[in-house]
């Protein structure tokens, strides 16, 4: 894993580009779009991920619907206000992308990359537990716990990242305290659910969130190193 961008928040994603990209906004004369990429799973199903990119990372004719690509990014969060509710928009924020050719025959540094790294889909993520997680169990008896992680960015920012986690992970994770320091690695995935509104309408919607492979807490480790400089001095 490419770890060159902030170490607390770094993702790689392989995937199809599926539609055309859309403008998304502009900041200081620099232009943002969005698009989509379609990763597969194991099972067969798959996510389909926003990725926002700048401008000035767009070559011609890179972000053609049904190309593959090489994500390299940022999962980040913002606030958007719409019905007088704010509501929490997640997306992939593009730092590099690299066109995956698919001939098998090409041997260029860039597909050396990929083949080399088969992940087409993790993400690490380093923060802070900002909610107590929500432990349940499925009708079925699967245990599933959800989990808000808040993410330092520059700029005195934070990305707040829904995480869900399974099994041992999910009964370790209902005894997390709110602060608590750890550090996650999983897969960025998507989810349609039905939000349902007090008029008995409903709307399908999608949700974005990390899905826990491994979790480790980090602040015991952090306390260590202070207490060993405490005695260094």
């Given at each position: 894993m490419d770890t060159?961008?902030?170490?607390?928040?770094?993702?790689?994603?392989?995937?199809?580009?599926?539609?055309?990209?859309?403008?998304?906004?502009?900041?200081?004369?620099?232009?943002?779009?969005?698009?989509?990429?379609v990763i597969p799973r194991l099972s067969g199903n798959e996510d389909i991920i926003p990725i926002t990119i700048s401008e000035r990372l767009i070559k011609e004719d890179t972000l053609q619907a049904g190309k593959k690509i090489l994500v390299k990014g940022q999962?980040?969060?913002?606030?958007?206000?719409?019905?007088?509710?704010?509501?929490?928009?997640?997306?992939?924020?593009?730092?590099d992308i690299i066109e995956v050719e698919e001939n098998?025959?090409?041997?260029?540094?860039?597909?050396?990359?990929?083949?080399?790294?088969?992940i087409t889909n993790e993400v690490v993520l380093i923060g802070y537990i900002c909610k107590k997680p929500i432990y349940r169990q499925t009708p079925f008896g699967r245990e599933i716990s959800d989990i808000l992680l808040a993410v330092n960015r520059a700029y005195n920012k934070s990305d707040y990242i829904p995480c869900i986690a399974w099994g041992r992970n999910a009964r370790f994770c209902q005894n997390l305290e709110v602060g608590s320091q750890?550090?996650?690695?999983?897969?960025?995935?998507?989810?349609?659910?039905?939000?349902?509104?007090?008029?008995?309408?409903?709307?399908?919607?999608?949700?974005?969130?990390?899905?826990?492979?491994?979790?480790?807490?980090?602040?015991?480790?952090?306390?260590?190193?202070?207490?060993?400089?405490?005695?260094?001095?």
């Amino acid at each position: 894993m490419d770890t060159n961008y902030l170490e607390n928040n770094y993702l790689t994603l392989v995937g199809r580009i599926t539609g055309e990209k859309e403008f998304s906004h502009e900041i200081y004369g620099e232009r943002f779009y969005l698009f989509k990429l379609v990763i597969p799973r194991l099972s067969g199903n798959e996510d389909i991920i926003p990725i926002t990119i700048s401008e000035r990372l767009i070559k011609e004719d890179t972000l053609q619907a049904g190309k593959k690509i090489l994500v390299k990014g940022q999962f980040r969060s913002y606030n958007s206000y719409e019905n007088e509710k704010n509501r929490l928009i997640l997306t992939v924020f593009a730092k590099d992308i690299i066109e995956v050719e698919e001939n098998d025959n090409e041997n260029n540094e860039e597909n050396e990359i990929v083949r080399k790294d088969t992940i087409t889909n993790e993400v690490v993520l380093i923060g802070y537990i900002c909610k107590k997680p929500i432990y349940r169990q499925t009708p079925f008896g699967r245990e599933i716990s959800d989990i808000l992680l808040a993410v330092n960015r520059a700029y005195n920012k934070s990305d707040y990242i829904p995480c869900i986690a399974w099994g041992r992970n999910a009964r370790f994770c209902q005894n997390l305290e709110v602060g608590s320091q750890v550090k996650i690695v999983g897969r960025v995935q998507s989810r349609t659910y039905e939000k349902k509104y007090e008029d008995g309408t409903s709307q399908t919607r999608v949700a974005y969130e990390v899905s826990v492979g491994s979790l480790e807490i980090i602040e015991e480790k952090n306390e260590e190193k202070e207490e060993e400089n405490q005695e260094a001095v």
